[in-house]
């Protein structure tokens, strides 16, 4: 009982350290940095000022307010929840006297907060992915710093934007179903988790909504597959707690897609609202109808893949690639070249980890031993029965993290080709999460075959770790700071 009250504190103290190093950079960057210092800064936080100024009024994604001259429409099209929280802490900041610039920090500090939260479910839910390695610890250390501590996703927290709140429910929701793979069922309070995850996942950035799709999918096979009890019985456990992760879900979400069939006129997610507000009021040559994108200008993936604009050091590419690591401000602070590359192979390395372990998507074989007790004996017939577990709750795990990982990939690519050839890895962060899972358990699987002297291996997970969470510490001091000084 003493170790394991032991181990609880340990793990809180852990947790603890995580989350204030994230809290500590957070702030100290959102607060140093200037305004519009992250992409379409300015056309975000006007829609925040909105809100603030009018007393929690919500614009129309086409009021004059707010409307960008050059695109012809403003950021209250897409889902504004994230706003809605920096108006609020611009609103306790104006109590206290605040103005100016001391508003837009206000602002941002929702932004710093949403990544801090990230960064905890993060660090809990690393203990429940991996639970049963020797060197647990370490490895929940490397998947934290890898996840949580990834630069990019770090600077997503410093700046008025809504892929910061993606990040805290895309962490939320990875904590449920890391909750469910441990205790192998769906209790209420963890269905209800699962619930506020999607709700804030849908009010967050739609290219987040793949991790929507693929909890629904989690849930109704590991329900379905996965509990071992008659079909009659999981199908009616699926529909009472199906209909209570709903009803919570679109209980907190669903004002959001009611309120844009309103405004405009049925379409629940304003996609078709803000393409024809673009047509009417953007510059002309920034029209739907004009502008050039690849489809228009009949390219094909190599010549996007390879296409390089003056102002990028990389091909589209390689600048995607080393903006997903870490690429600051409006895409003028590049990480070194040699920086990237050693994360490239760091994921590589951990990429061919995974290659021998495909098992992992697989069902697998295990054993079931039967005890009864004979009748009038006070012996036990042990009978064990080898079965095959056709639906393991790991391997579907897995699968969905590979699909988790080309959603976004997918959307991404689609954007691309007929809307607006921007080469930004803030467009995938939502894969950041698996994989960099899959780069942990690679890094894991190769460690344990090829290194045998346990303290020389627990040292190379401290390392890596340290240098991985110590990465974005020296992109602001070295990189940023010197940039805006």
Known sequence: MLKKKESEINEKKITMIWVLLAF??????????????????EMRYLVADYIYSNHGALPRGDDSAIRNATWGISYAYYPILSYMIS??????????????????????MADVLFVTCAVYFLVKASGKLFPREKFSGEVRGLFTALAGFMPQALFL???????????????MILYSWSCYLEARDWSFRNSILLAVGMAVCALSYYNAYGWILCSFLFFCLTVLLCREEPVKQRVAFLLRRGIVIAAVTL?????????????????????KACAQCAEKYAAVDYRPSRYPTPEKLNWSWKDIL??????????????????????????????????????FLFFGM?????????GIFYPKKRTVVKERKAAGSEKLKIKTITVYDKWDRKGIFHLLLILLILIPVGLFMYYVYYSDNQAQGRYIMPALYPAMYFVTAGWNRLLERFVKKENIRMWIYRVLTA????????????????FYG
């Open 24 to 41: 500590i950079l957070l702030t100290v960057w959102a607060m140093s940095q200037p305004f519009h210092a992250g992409p379409d800064e």
């Open 87 to 108: 108006a609020a802490f611009m609103g306790v900041a104006s109590i206290f006297g605040a103005s100016g610039i001391a508003l837009l920090r206000a602002a941002r």
């Open 157 to 171: 927290g410093t700046y008025v934007n809504t892929d910061s709140l993606a990040l805290l429910s895309m962490a």
């Open 251 to 271: 209980a907190l979400c669903g004002w959001w897609f009611i309120r844009n069939a309103v405004l405009y006129d049925g379409d629940l997610i304003g996609r």
């Open 306 to 343: 390879l296409y390089q604009d003056p102002g990028w050091q990389h091909n589209w590419l390689l600048t995607v690639l080393v903006s997903f690591i870490g690429t600051f401000g409006l895409m003028q602070i590049y990480m070194p070249y040699s920086v990237s590359k050693a994360y």
């Open 350 to 358: 951990g990429g061919i980890g995974i290659l021998t372990m495909l």
């Open 467 to 482: 240098l991985l969470a110590a990465s974005p510490f020296l992109c602001y001091i070295f990189l940023v700071v010197p």
